[in-house]
T-cell receptor, first 113, second 113 residues
Framework: ETGVTQSPTHLIKTRGQQVTLRCSSQ?????VSWYQQALGQGPQFIFQ???????GRGNFPPRFSGLQFPNYSSELNVNALELDDSALYLC????????????FGPGTRLTVT | KQEVTQIPAALSVPEGENLVLNCSFT??????LQWFRQDPGKGLTSLLL?????REQTSGRLNASLDKSSGRSTLYIAASQPGDSATYLC????????????FGTGTRLLVSP
């Protein structure tokens, strides 16, 4: 069984640029959620995708957007990067059964300069 | 507002001690609770999921309890080892039409040999 994978591991971008982060869900999972974790804080929910549709969103502006593909992998896109977007971005996958236990990938460390 | 609080923020103990990490939450919409471990700069590893119908879960030296009436969960670690050093995060599972995790800020644990 393959766990959740994310790419790239690290990324450095300049303010105003755009970035795309990628996530492959765990085998058998059809739901992907994205979280942002600032240094020293707990992760904050960005949004969730289920069967290729966004079915829930946290308190993040529209410049944070995403996609889910038929194989349940997902992308997180951030436009017009700001310095405060510097964080660890975590992807989690889950099945819509079994208590909705979520399994996280290793994260992508984004630094905006 | 959904809030999850973890006490203490940091804990340093000698190897072999039994210890308790505390998590409290104020939102009755939290129905399951999940405990995670996070090593520095890494993703989250799921430790235990306690569903609303359960009062506790055990895995090896770890035992987690959930008391929804008081809004509290505890993670008990028996016979701590240096390899247990990490940040421990609790997260409430909230259902507002979709399931998301609401995280505390974590307890940073250091176990000294």
């Amino acid at each position: 069984e393959t766990g959740v994978t994310q790419s790239p591991t690290h990324l450095i971008k300049t303010r105003g640029q755009q970035v795309t982060l990628r996530c492959s869900s765990q085998s058998g999972h059809n739901t992907v959620s994205w979280y942002q974790q600032a240094l020293g804080q707990g992760p904050q929910f960005i949004f969730q995708y289920y069967r290729e549709e966004e079915n829930g969103r946290g308190n993040f502006p529209p410049r944070f957007s995403g996609l889910q593909f038929p194989n349940y992998s997902s992308e997180l896109n951030v436009n017009a990067l700001e310095l405060d977007d510097s964080a660890l971005y975590l992807c989690a996958s889950s099945a819509m059964t079994g208590g909705y236990e979520q399994y996280f990938g290793p994260g992508t460390r984004l630094t905006v300069t | 507002k959904q809030e999850v609080t973890q006490i203490p923020a940091a804990l340093s103990v000698p190897e072999g001690e039994n210890l308790v990490l505390n998590c409290s939450f104020t939102d009755s919409a939290i129905y399951n609770l999940q405990w995670f471990r996070q090593d520095p700069g890494k993703g989250l590893t799921s430790l235990l999921l306690i569903q609303s119908s359960q009062r506790e879960q055990t895995s090896g030296r770890l035992n987690a309890s959930l008391d929804k009436s008081s809004g509290r969960s505890t993670l008990y670690i028996a016979a701590s080892q240096p390899g247990d050093s990490a940040t421990y995060l609790c997260a409430g599972v909230v259902n507002t039409g979709f399931q998301k995790l609401v995280f505390g800020t974590g307890t940073r644990l250091l176990v000294s040999p």
